[in-house]
């Protein structure tokens, strides 16, 4: 993550826009998420309060509308031939992690997107919460706590520990 995040920096984008832009625009991206946001507000000292509300913000924005379409959007793309194989597969990955949450439901949702692991986050957390139909508001609530623990996590690691041995 550190390399993506390393490589937006030093893109021709990251040299035209502000930091807290770029941390804004990392925060959006599947994979990245809250996470990438947080690490690269640290990379850019970017205080640490507005990272972790720039990237929070980021990492919420794309939730309701995967947990509301999603489901619709890949109706209509598995009606093509072509993009049909990648929304299958892009589903079986997603519900191949769904036994923690479909477990626990809420909590369980909360530790999927919080615990910053390869494969988790809101994206993907959005996409089980959508294809297992947990209602939106709790799946929003349990998302906005999980992206809660996530910036606990990440500020500890980005702007402690990894900020310290960087700087």
């Known amino acids: 993550?550190?390399?993506?995040?390393?490589?937006?920096?030093?893109?021709?984008?990251?040299?035209h826009i502000s930091r807290e832009m770029l941390v804004f625009i990392i925060s959006l991206f599947p994979i990245l998420e809250l996470r990438g946001g947080i690490l690269a507000a640290s990379l850019l000292d970017v205080t640490m309060w507005k990272g972790i509300v720039i990237s929070a913000i980021g990492n919420f924005i794309p939730i309701p509308f995967i947990l509301?379409?999603?489901?619709?959007?890949?109706?209509?793309?598995?009606?093509?031939?072509?993009?049909?194989?990648?929304?299958?597969?892009?589903?079986?990955?997603?519900?191949?992690?769904?036994?923690?949450?479909?477990k626990y439901e809420f909590w369980g949702l909360v530790l999927?997107?919080?615990?910053?692991?390869?494969?988790?986050?809101?994206?993907?957390?959005?996409?089980?919460?959508?294809?297992?139909?947990?209602?939106?508001?709790?799946?929003?609530?349990a998302e906005l706590l999980g992206i809660a623990l996530a910036a606990v996590i990440m500020t500890i690691v980005s702007y402690g520990i990894l900020g310290n041995i960087i700087r």
């Open 68 to 102: 509301i379409f999603i489901k619709k959007i890949f109706a209509l793309l598995k009606k093509t031939r072509l993009l049909k194989p990648v929304v299958e597969k892009l589903e079986k990955k997603a519900m191949n992690r769904k036994d923690r949450i479909e």
């Open 1 to 15: 993550m550190e390399s993506l995040v390393t490589w937006f920096v030093n893109s021709p984008l990251g040299h």
């Open 112 to 141: 999927f997107v919080g615990i910053p692991l390869p494969g988790t986050g809101a994206w993907t957390g959005s996409l089980i919460a959508a294809l297992l139909d947990i209602d939106v508001k709790k799946a929003i609530k």
